[in-house]
């Protein structure tokens, strides 16, 4: 015999998943050193940073950011304009030193950057003069990787994103979302263990931001890479993420944790729950 069910409004639906991801995923402010249950791959211990400018004085960039990210775990971190995202990242980087604590990396402290360490900007990074091909290539040839092979690697990924038949053609010959795509698998490509990520499809439009969001989660689903994306994008940010850091005025203000299964269909985004939730991240945001 069929269950009846009472009809549930999706209000009230909405209304029970923010309670349950307040109770269950979601930690105060106070409890931002709260981990993914998976091993630590990068630990932010009191990162600290101040920038000693003519005009303003010392400026606080970072007040003692303290956290955890797990490995395989992907994180988004968001905030406003001027809250400090780029400048952990090049920390996390080791593009530039912090003022006060350290970030450590499998417990190494991060001084200088390494391969193991990928980094995709905003702005493209790719050698205008060589094809596509032989940008993937790069990392393999400094690293003397056999021509055969990095040639393989590099076409593998270049299928993965959707570019075979682009292989041949110089970066000038492609669209905004075709290099951002060259990009990535540049990146992925050069297999670092940990992907940093500013704002990469910051300038894309609508669907091609979400055809490279698809994208990039198939990638780092298929090779476990840690992840730490930044974005000023709420929807961006809880489409992606395992966990979203939220830094305001250089303070890691809240961390939130997004309960939705893998993998993430794009109606997703549509849902009354991920509605809740971004709800939520706005009032954190404010
Ligand atoms: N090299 C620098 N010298 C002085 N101030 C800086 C420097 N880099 C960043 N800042 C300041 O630090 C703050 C945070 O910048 P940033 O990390 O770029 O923020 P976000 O990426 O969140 O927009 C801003 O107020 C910015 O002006
Ligand atoms: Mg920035």
Not at 55 to 73: K, M, Q, W
Not at 267 to 273: G, P, T
Request: charged share 30%; glycine share 6%; with cysteine.
């Amino acid at each position: 015999m069929d269950e009846q069910r009472t009809p549930v409004s999706s209000a009230v639906i909405s209304e029970r998943f923010l309670k349950d991801s307040e109770e269950r995923y979601s930690p105060r402010a106070e409890d931002t050193t709260c981990v993914s249950q998976r091993p630590v791959k990068i630990a932010l211990r009191k990162v600290s940073k101040e920038f000693r400018t003519a005009d303003r004085g010392t400026f606080v960039a970072l007040r003692e950011i303290e956290a955890e990210i797990g490995d395989g775990e992907f994180v988004a971190l968001i905030g406003p304009s001027g809250g400090g995202k780029t400048t952990l990242l090049n920390v996390v980087a080791g593009l530039t030193p912090p003022t006060g604590g350290q970030v450590l990396v499998d417990g190494r402290p991060v001084r200088r950057p390494g391969p193991d360490r990928g980094v995709v900007f905003q702005q493209d990074a790719l050698f205008m003069w060589r094809r596509v091909i032989k940008n993937v290539e790069y990392g393999l040839e400094i690293r003397n990787v056999p021509k055969d092979q990095r040639q393989q690697t590099a076409m593998d990924y270049l299928r993965m994103v959707g570019l075979e038949k682009f292989a041949d053609f110089y970066p000038k010959q492609l669209s905004g979302g075709m290099k951002k795509r060259v990009q990535i698998a540049t990146v992925f490509a050069n297999n670092p263990e940990v992907l940093l990520m500013d704002e990469p499809f910051g300038a894309l439009d609508y669907p091609t931001k979400v055809d490279l969001q698809e994208q990039l989660l198939t990638l780092w689903a298929r090779d476990a890479k840690t992840s730490l994306f930044v974005t000023h994008d709420m929807e961006e940010a809880l489409f992606l993420a395992d966990r979203v850091f939220v830094l305001v005025d250089g303070k890691l203000e809240t961390i939130l944790n997004v309960p939705f299964g893998r993998p993430r269909a794009h109606d997703l985004r549509m849902s009354q729950d991920f509605h809740a939730l971004k709800l939520q991240l706005w009032n954190y945001m404010r």
